[in-house]
């Protein structure tokens, strides 16, 4: 499986797949919560379950890293719904 990367320069999380590159946009806030603002799937990447494995993966390094997470997205917002395992990262603020 390949691997969510955190590039912190341009505060995403990102998914290369077949010279492509998938990503999820956050925000740092205030309390150092991440609020996930965009989650972005190349056209032809869709409808294959990337948009998942990229939340799941930068899920994942929030989980490590201590973090809470903002869903402001309407795909994370689906998500934790989707995938209530990860409601202890959600953040109400």
Same mark, same amino acid.
């Given at each position: ?7 912190? $320069?341009? *505060?995403?999380? !990102?998914? %290369? =797949? ?32 990337? $948009?998942? *494995?990229?939340? !799941?993966? %930068? =899920? ?34």
């Amino acid at each position: 499986m390949d691997k969510v990367m955190h590039n912190e $320069a341009v *505060r995403r999380f !990102e998914l %290369a =797949l077949s010279g492509t590159t998938a990503y999820i946009d956050y925000k740092v806030k205030d309390d150092g919560s991440l609020a996930f603002t965009h989650t972005f799937v190349p056209v032809e990447l869709q409808g294959q379950g990337v $948009a998942a *494995r990229l939340t !799941e993966g %930068a =899920l994942r390094w929030c989980r490590e890293a201590g973090k809470q997470v903002l869903p402001l997205c309407s795909y994370t917002v689906v998500y934790f719904k989707r995938h209530p395992e990860w409601n202890d990262l959600k953040s109400d603020q």
